[in-house]
Structure formats: C-alpha cells, structure tokens
C-alpha cells in the first residue's frame, strides 16, 4: 500500500472524515488523530469480509508545553463531543504524558509517540487547511504497511509484560489472524 492509497481509505470512510474534521476545527492546535484509527482502518481494509470489530475511541494527541494540565484536555473533549456526541474522545496533551512511563519531560509530540506501546500505534493524521492530510509516523509505515505489531525500543526496555497485556487484552491476533508479531 501506499500513502496516496492510505488518504483513499481514509476520504472514503465518512466517519473517518468526520472525526478528522471534528478535530480540525475544534479540537487542540495542532492535533492529530492517533493510536488506532489509521492502524485499526488499515489492517481491517486487508481483510474480506473486513472485521466487525467495536467501536473504540478516537485518540487526540497534541503538544503544548505552556498548558498540560489535563483540564485542558477534558474542556477539549467536551467540545469535540458537541461536534460528534457518539464518539468516545480521548484527548491528551503529550508534553504531561512522560510521568505515566516515569520519562524525562518530552521535547515534543514526536519523542512522546515513540514512547508508545507498538510501531504502527504511533501513527497520526490530521486535516491541513487546505483539506490535504498532514502525517506524523514516528517509526514510519512500514509496520503498518507490513502488517506488523512491533514493540517499540521504549516499551521493550520499560515494560515489555504491558505490551503482552495489550496484545492480550486487545484481542488483536483474533481479530487480524495474519497480523505478524514482533517482541524483540
């Protein structure tokens, strides 16, 4: 796949859209929509009939070191909410989640992603102006690309049981029966 074959997918999901548009317009200067929404889109579209999986949240990052309490966040949520009322908003500022992984203080949005738990979880997208896609993949596609579940180098060195849990609790092989799985 491609990125150009990626931004298809995604304009021809409608409520793909409209979350980006959502967050375009009321969401975090800056934001982007990450976690599951590119990866979980994607690896459905690799299978047919596509899986019937839940619904699950939409993950708003953004990056604002001036303001981190998590007032903002939920004051950011309610406001995305108004727009979509069905969707379940996860908004967080990434410059307060360092102290989750007991991290040094991250410089920016990029530092914190690979923070994350899976390479092809650290993917983001948002909406530019202009109606383009504007993209921040910290490890790149290829793992999502790939099909490929990999543990990041920061997950492995600081808690490679939370990723098992994860793989666990996601359900994600069962869903995704092809789905490669990386631990080291």
């Known amino acids: 796949?491609?990125?150009?074959?990626?931004?298809?997918?995604?304009?021809?999901?409608?409520?793909?859209?409209?979350a980006l548009e959502a967050v375009h317009t009321a969401g975090p200067e800056g934001a982007y929509i990450a976690a599951g929404f590119v990866r979980n889109r994607y690896w459905d579209s690799l299978y047919d009939p596509a899986p019937m999986a839940p619904g699950s949240d939409v993950d708003v990052i953004y990056f604002d070191k001036t303001y981190n309490l998590k007032t903002r966040d939920m004051a950011y949520e309610a406001s995305l909410k108004l727009k979509q009322p069905d969707v379940d908003w996860q908004v967080r500022n990434q410059a307060r989640m360092h102290t989750f992984g007991g991290h040094d203080p991250f410089p920016d949005i990029v530092t914190a992603l690979q923070h994350w738990a899976e390479t092809a979880t650290g993917i983001g997208v948002r909406l530019k102006p202009s109606g383009d896609f504007d993209w921040l993949a910290a490890f790149g596609f290829d793992d999502l690309f790939?099909?490929?579940?990999?543990?990041?180098?920061?997950m492995k060195a600081n808690d490679p049981e939370g990723f098992e849990r994860r793989l666990a609790a996601k359900g994600w092989q069962q869903r995704w029966p092809n789905l490669t799985v990386i631990r080291d």
């Open 1 to 18: 796949m491609s990125l150009k074959a990626l931004e298809d997918l995604l304009r021809g999901d409608d409520a793909a859209m409209a």
């Open 146 to 154: 790939g099909h490929v579940l990999r543990i990041t180098p920061a």
